[in-house]
């Protein structure tokens, strides 16, 4: 068994999307565990998207993660990383695959409907930051 950290991101949330994404999730046969709503801090959001920081996009996504509320999710199951991963499709929405969340419902960066980690390791640091200690 295995976790992941999901986040749908502010325009996701906006546009009625929370429930499109988990919906997914459970359909797979992935199990939400935890759940919740939120707004990133800027701080945190620097600290989440850290191995981005010297990249010339790096302020204005630490916009647009902090610009409106956020949903949030434990998701939990065999290799639930990488099935995560493949359900929300390429970082690029151009390369996203259709059938994939990105691919489905995105059209242009930083805006990506979602977030999920990209491995184990990452996933239980991502799960502290935004859900705190168990
Ligand atoms: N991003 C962007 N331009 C890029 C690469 C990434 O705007 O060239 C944004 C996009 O919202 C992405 C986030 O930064 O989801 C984090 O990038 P990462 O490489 O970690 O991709 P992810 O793990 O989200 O697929
Ligand atoms: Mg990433």
Do not use: C, W
């Amino acid at each position: 068994m295995e976790r992941t950290f999901v986040m749908v991101k502010p325009e996701g949330v906006q546009r009625g999307l929370i429930g499109e994404v988990l919906r997914r999730i459970e359909q797979k046969g992935l199990r939400i565990t935890r759940l919740a709503m939120g707004r990133i801090e800027p701080a945190v959001a620097a600290e989440h998207y850290a191995h981005l920081k010297d990249k010339p996009f790096f302020g204005e996504l630490v916009e647009y993660i902090t610009s409106g509320p956020v949903a949030m999710a434990v998701v939990e199951g065999p290799n639930a990383v990488r099935h995560v991963r493949n359900l929300i499709g390429a970082t690029n929405p151009l390369e996203a695959a259709p059938g994939t969340i990105r691919g489905d419902f995105a059209v242009e960066l930083p805006y990506n409907i979602v977030h999920a980690s990209d491995s184990p390791e990452t996933a239980e640091i991502e799960i502290k930051r935004f859900f705190g200690a168990e």
